[in-house]
């Protein structure tokens, strides 16, 4: 393989991971489309022009066959499901700007709920700036068409977001004082730092015993929180909780000892908006956390 070949490839990898991780949600389902791409490129090279162009084409169209497959897959998935989080040190800012253009958890929630057409062409168009021509052709449809999955996923990320518009600094400050008010059972405190839509969805994959369906307001999130850390991790001993990045936001890691030994727990994430957390996404599934270099 000629070097000057890998080098184009590899000088897109870093693109084609972040476009395929959006729209699967998944760190390794996005770089195994990635290496599927690559072997089509190899293939094919020397019929390419635009390098970049045909493999965003490319990519998209693995994934959009992948998201057909998954919503088989998720249909049976026991319990919520939230993606695979990408858990990186609380680190310092020159650290944090590699980390800036990660999607947060509060996007790939949203964006789950969107059909896979609607999903590929909201992240190709209004993400990453792909013509709707160019769209039209991995969908295999009408540049129209592809206009109106875009329009129609906006108009339902619209309507079913979950803000999320705080900076780093805010997120940890209201998180950090989330977590001590569920601690010590303080419900005021915690109803302050909780949005009247507050959403808290936790994933155990059937693996780890959780609520399997998102509980919603302030009030019922507030009281599974004080549940879970005062009861259900009552058998807990030598408790750690590391503040950590997750796709970019602010996130706690947690670990305790039970008596099968030392594991990993949770790991928590939120969205906050104006002050208050608008989301708390809980990851419990073991194999759907990367932990970088912690």
């Known amino acids: 393989m000629p070097s000057a070949t890998v080098d184009e490839f590899e000088a897109q990898r870093s693109y084609l991971t972040a476009v395929a991780y959006r729209m699967l949600g998944n760190r390794t389902e996005a770089e195994d489309a990635v290496q599927e791409a690559w072997l089509r490129y190899a293939q094919h090279r020397d019929e390419i022009r635009d390098v970049r162009g045909w493999l965003t084409t490319v990519t998209a169209r693995i994934c959009l066959d992948q998201l057909n497959s998954a919503r088989v897959r998720?249909?049976?998935?026991?319990?919520?499901?939230?993606?695979?989080?990408?858990?990186?040190?609380?680190?310092?800012?020159?650290?944090?700007?590699?980390?800036?253009?990660?999607?947060?958890?509060?996007?790939?929630?949203?964006?789950?709920?969107?059909?896979?057409?609607?999903?590929?062409?909201?992240?190709?168009?209004?993400?990453?700036?792909?013509?709707?021509?160019e769209v039209a052709e991995v969908l295999d449809t009408t540049p129209a068409a592809a206009r109106q999955h875009a329009s129609r996923a906006r108009r339902a990320a619209s309507d079913g977001g979950i803000?999320?518009?705080?900076?780093?600094?805010?997120?940890?400050?209201?998180?950090?004082?989330?977590?001590?008010?569920?601690?010590?059972?303080?419900?005021?405190?915690?109803?302050?730092?909780?949005?009247?839509?507050?959403?808290?969805?936790?994933?155990g994959g059937g693996m780890v015993r959780t609520a399997l369906n998102p509980v919603f307001g302030a009030d019922k999130v507030a009281r599974f929180w004080v549940g879970l850390l005062q009861n259900k991790l009552a058998d807990v001993v030598d408790a750690k909780v590391e503040p950590v990045l997750v796709n970019g936001s602010a996130a706690v890691l947690l670990r305790g000892v039970r008596a099968s030994g030392e594991q990993l727990l949770a790991v928590l994430t939120v969205a906050v908006d104006d002050g208050r957390i608008t989301g708390l996404f809980n990851q419990q599934n073991p194999e759907k956390v990367l932990l970088g270099d912690l």
Do not use: C, I
């Open 163 to 203: 803000r999320h518009t705080a900076g780093l600094a805010e997120q940890r400050k209201v998180l950090n004082a989330f977590l001590m008010a569920a601690q010590s059972g303080d419900m005021r405190t915690l109803a302050a730092v909780l949005a009247p839509d507050v959403v808290a969805v936790s994933d």
């Open 74 to 133: 998720r249909a049976a998935y026991p319990g919520q499901w939230l993606p695979t989080y990408v858990v990186d040190p609380d680190a310092d800012p020159a650290g944090r700007a590699e980390l800036a253009d990660q999607v947060s958890v509060a996007l790939l929630v949203v964006l789950e709920r969107l059909t896979p057409e609607q999903r590929v062409a909201f992240v190709l168009h209004d993400a990453f700036g792909v013509p709707f021509d």
